[in-house]
């Protein structure tokens, strides 16, 4: 059921036409880039690992769910098998750094190979993740020591990790965090405190589990600049079992395979031992890092659980034949041949491409910020990176909510059966446009932090690239591509004057801005995944000039691309107009009469 | 838990400002609305019955649902004692024939009311709203013999009935069935079939199902004209048990008290004993009175589900403290404050308000086109019932999946928490887009059967409406209103450029223009609602000039309309660009590339 293959010739393409491959496989340590037999190897290899072991237990994982008993939590049937062949197969270490057994690989390729096993298996997925998430911030923050007894084990997928952040008064506003920390005189602390949402907080699949908690010290400074970052395990050095217990897992919408537990520090009295993790008071500096890194990665799932959808409904619109056509005839059709059905074929489809495409550039480009030999460089790709962070978060995450929506709705009353696994990538990536911050998060963070405080620079520098884009279109002089050009110049001039807008308006009138801070960020969203769209359509008319590639394969780019252009930028245009606009009345209604 | 309170006061203000009330109360039968202490009564006590006895099962409904055991269904605890009580209120009845015991309240009313109870509890209304529709479908094709035996049981609620078109291999495309009746002796029929997705199929709520069924004589045409409707009871008129069997319900994303039931006919070798109701072969017809009904009702659970969804966002919104004030302070607030959590309590609010507003304005024109003494306000009124059928029905279900999924976005992690109840009208009402028609289904019938094939007519009548409240708007001289003049005149000129096209183009290029059906419907519904906001901030306009009225509800009414006008009309440009010009891009790609 539910079968999943990997899109390796729509991924390959972005690699190599879109993502600046060939600068990243020039860096040092990049040697899987600088290969091709190597990287097509490891995509293979994925693409396998995911159709083979991931895939099929996505469905029972679904219906049957993680279960809790007596603060023990076991993962559903397969999941500890699959665990041990994904780690025996070494795919926990990719991303994670050699020096502690890692294999390093370069966030590019990571990126791609993350997105297949979310597409298989969304909420096995966690648990590596969050693993590797705290393993770049125990290497960035940690002791030698702490990272002498840690890092090889969490590395080679033995024990696990987790992120505690979240109480039940701290969710968005992490500041209001109560947990805290009590020195004791052997340098170690003792933890009391209760977390909530702790993805993969207690399970069955590894001996050890490491929490990374935040933390008050004694007497800190109230808010965000109060807070510590700690290391709890489960298992203490010694072998003792740590004052950490899970009291309960959550019933939630999607992602039932992954426990999101209540864990609760201290209950017995003394105080969970733990360690501190980089400077006192300074915990969230530690923590960002990997925050900023989950930002992509639950992007990501945006794209993942749009493909898994996107394949599931191509193939029932293939198969079902149902209704006759409508430009006549008498014989019943599958129903991708109904206009509609094709619309929403193509509306998954396009914005899937359009995201993966995003997701792959703003990869490279955080290699190229981490180890390009030249600082400016570095220093423009990471202000890309951070530029379009919140951008890609917060749309891909919206844009996958609607579109793993129009798979259900391709299904008809199918899809609403659970056992027909339809509804299931909508449940499981419904909550990303919610955890690593909220959509109404990253739109202020886009305004405040990466529009408004550089004065519009990093806006700027990625503009020009847009337009040159544009220019390039022009320059083919092909009606088609030409068109594609009209709408992204027209969706592009949107983002140019909302921008404006908000450079003008912002410090007079944040409130009235930042009403408009999501659709900006809709806007902004969808003028990148056109312009990658628009790029990939001048890779293919490029390719097919030349005779070059797989004929189908590249008109099919073309077409995403019109297709793109004609449904989905002309939203650019009532975005623009409800975010500059849109403000005063808003703000119109008394909130006593809501 | 999830309480429910009526919104009486905007619902009293839809039904007197907007929704020709005072026509409605002058026809014949239609003391209920004549008389506003009576109707005050009955919409006082809908909304202590939905608070007191609906809303307080609905969550366990959820979480616990219908349970099918060996061929018995049992439903959710308290559903049994509702349902008595339910009936014992007279609830029932209240839209069905007096001459067979009901109370004929007017539609107007009923539709009031049903909103109410939707609200409160979408899977306990489904077994009195389909009895209701057999009722109607019996009182208008059945003989008189076997309407004396069934429809003062199915009118008192003592027995309850379902509709059965759905087959495996014929959904949305109804003329492939396959369930077949072969004459007995008697006169009655031996019926022998399956039938799927039978909203309570069978339960534990009344003594007697009575089934309304499609099927084929023997030698019937092929396709949809072969098919006629039979009456077959659970248990038959002499006692004994009829040959109907439930073989197990589904397990759904939603409505999950709702048993969605397998049906087999004549499993035993006899076949199930069924009575004619109607003429042979033209079972569709009269099973079609209750699929135009029922269309509006399902347009109603999104207006019902989306205002539920809002009562539990606001009132999370002012309880939830999170967050510093995005304009400068130190003290948390609550959340309601965030300029994001308002903008999105304001898309779920007008837009609720909208999709009420009109569904009373339809529910109107309903009673006066088949009661209107005059012949011509009786067919003007029908024609406007038939053009906005597929329109209300699309953008209604449509909009209240983006409302409902705004709830979860507001509530944040605990959004997806299953015990919160705050994923359930979402997942009540998905399926709402999908059942009675598909939104492409709408979107076919609306373009094919309700624009094209009068040319236009209904569409001109209507339009000449909206003109006159656009000049309303502009007399009144105040800036507010004038700006949502404005923009809903911009929307109704993109609403009739499209349908220009479509005039122009449907018969040559069907495919391209369907293409944009949906868009097209989208824009429709857009433009409908902003013409019922535009009606209602008139009206509050007016009673504020002349110093009449609450205050408060009558100013938020004017600012729920600048907001929809700010916020959502916009959308109607692109819609219209998208449904005009997106079709020969979205026929570009070859159908064996997807």
């Given at each position: 059921m539910n079968p999943y293959t990997a899109p390796l010739e729509d991924m390959r393409f972005a690699l190599h036409e879109l993502a600046d491959l060939d600068r990243v496989a020039q860096l040092p340590d990049a040697e899987a880039l600088a290969e091709p037999e190597l990287m097509d190897a490891i995509l293979d290899q994925a693409a396998r690992f995911a159709k083979e072991v991931l895939a099929p237990i996505d469905h029972v994982g679904d219906r049957q769910g993680s279960r809790w008993t007596e603060g023990r939590v076991q993962t559903p049937p397969g999941f500890a098998d699959a665990f041990r062949r994904f780690v025996d197969a070494g795919w926990s270490g990719?991303?994670?750094?050699?020096?502690?057994?890692?294999?390093?690989?370069?966030?590019?390729?990571?990126?791609?190979?993350?997105?297949?096993?979310?597409?298989?298996?969304?909420?096995?997925?966690?648990?590596?993740?969050?693993?590797?998430?705290?393993?770049?911030?125990?290497?960035?923050?940690?002791?030698?020591?702490?990272?002498?007894?840690?890092?090889?084990?969490?590395?080679?997928g033995q024990w696990s990790a987790t992120m505690n952040l979240t109480e039940s008064q701290a969710g968005s506003d992490v500041g209001a965090l109560r947990t805290r920390a009590e020195p004791r005189p052997d340098g170690s602390y003792r933890i009391f405190g209760q977390k909530i949402f702790i993805s993969y907080g207690e399970h069955d699949l590894t001996d050890n589990i490491v929490h990374l908690v935040l933390a008050r010290l004694?007497?800190?400074?109230?808010?965000?600049?109060?807070?510590?970052?700690?290391?709890?395990?489960?298992?203490?050095?010694?072998?003792?079992?740590?004052d950490v217990r899970c009291t309960g897992?959550?019933?939630?919408?999607?992602?039932?395979?992954?426990?999101?537990?209540?864990?609760?520090?201290?209950?017995?009295?003394?105080?969970?031992?733990?360690?501190?993790v980089g400077t006192e008071n300074k915990g969230l500096q530690t923590m960002f890092v990997m925050v900023n890194s989950a930002r992509l990665t639950v992007g990501q799932e945006g794209t993942a659980m749009s493909e898994r959808a996107y394949q599931q409904a191509l193939a029932y619109a293939r198969e079902r034949v149902q209704g006759k056509p409508a430009d006549g005839g008498n014989e019943s059709v599958p129903i991708i041949r109904h206009p509609d059905v094709r619309r929403m074929l193509l509306m998954m489809r396009t914005q899937t491409e359009a995201m993966r495409a995003v997701a792959y550039l703003i990869a490279s480009a955080r290699d190229l910020a981490a180890s390009h030999p030249d600082a400016e460089v570095r220093r423009e790709r990471q202000t890309f990176v951070e530029l379009m962070t919140p951008v890609f978060k917060g749309w891909a995450t919206e844009t996958a909510i609607e579109v793993t929506s129009m798979s259900i709705q391709i299904h008809g009353g199918l899809g609403y059966i659970e056992e027909s696994g339809v509804s299931q990538p909508l449940r499981d990536v419904r909550v990303a446009a919610i955890y690593e911050g909220t959509t109404s998060i990253q739109a202020h963070d886009l305004v405040d932090r990466k529009l408004v405080r550089d004065g519009g620079a990093a806006l700027r520098t990625w503009l020009s690239q847009v337009h040159a884009s544009l220019n390039r279109l022009d320059e083919t002089g092909v009606p088609e591509l030409v068109a594609v050009g009209v709408r992204l110049r027209t969706a592009t001039q949107a983002l140019q004057s909302t921008c404006d807008a908000i450079f003008a308006n912002y410090r007079q009138r944040p409130i009235e801005v930042l009403v408009g801070s999501v659709p900006l960020l809709r806007l902004f969203g969808l003028v990148l995944g056109g312009w990658q769209m628009a790029r990939a359509a001048l890779a293919a008319h490029r390719d097919r000039e030349q005779g070059r590639g797989h004929a189908q394969f590249l008109d099919a780019k073309i077409a995403s691309a019109r297709f793109y252009a004609a449904h989905v930028l002309p939203q650019a245009s009532a975005l623009a107009e409800v975010s500059i606009s849109g403000g005063e009345a808003a703000l119109a209604m008394d909130e006593a009469a809501f």
């Open positions: 990719i991303a994670l750094p050699s020096a502690y057994g890692g294999q390093g690989l370069p966030t590019l390729l990571c990126t791609v190979v993350r997105e297949i096993f979310t597409s298989a298996n969304k909420a096995f997925c966690y648990c590596p993740e969050l693993t590797e998430f705290a393993v770049k911030a125990l290497s960035s923050g940690a002791s030698e020591s702490l990272k002498a007894v840690y890092l090889p084990k969490l590395v080679s004694p007497g800190a400074p109230e808010g965000t600049r109060g807070i510590s970052l700690f290391l709890v395990p489960k298992i203490l050095p010694d072998g003792r079992r740590n897992i959550e019933h939630k919408m999607g992602n039932h395979a992954s426990p999101t537990c209540t864990l609760v520090y201290g209950g017995a009295g003394e105080g969970a031992q733990g360690w501190l």
